[in-house]
């Protein structure tokens, strides 16, 4: 059972860099045509997605958020990183990693973290 999990702090303080984590257990991230993405979902309204990662290690973000995401990947640990710049408050949300494939129902959700942008 494919299984994914965030973690990272709960609280960024304006203008730093927001940090999360994404383990994968029961699933290699390099497995082909897999893709791992981080989607948000600010107070009150819908679901945003942020960009990918793929099993090769292309990556695509939101061109709505500029270049303040990142992400990247340690296939040693199977794990995927979000890296957020500049954060603002209106980046306050619940961050979920999303693992997912264009041609199956693969669609495996993480249960989602709560990160407050707040001084």
């Known amino acids: 059972q494919v299984q994914l999990q965030e973690s990272g702090p709960g609280l960024v303080k304006p203008s730093q860099t927001l940090s999360l984590t994404c383990t994968v257990s029961?699933?290699?991230?390099?497995?082909?045509?897999?893709?791992w993405s981080w989607i948000r979902q600010p107070p009150g309204k819908g679901l945003e997605w942020i960009g990918y990662?793929?099993?090769?290690?292309?990556?695509y973000y939101s061109p709505a958020l500029k270049s303040r995401p990142s992400i990247s990947r340690d296939t040693s640990k199977n794990q995927f990183t979000l890296q957020l710049s500049s954060v603002i408050p209106e980046d306050t949300a619940v961050y979920y990693c999303?693992?997912?494939?264009?041609?199956?129902?693969?669609?495996?959700w993480g249960q989602g973290t709560q990160v407050t942008v707040s001084s």
């Open positions: 029961g699933d290699s991230i390099t497995t082909k045509n897999k893709y």
């Open positions: 990662i793929s099993y090769s290690g292309s990556t």
């Open positions: 999303w693992g997912h494939s264009p041609d199956t129902w693969y669609d495996y």
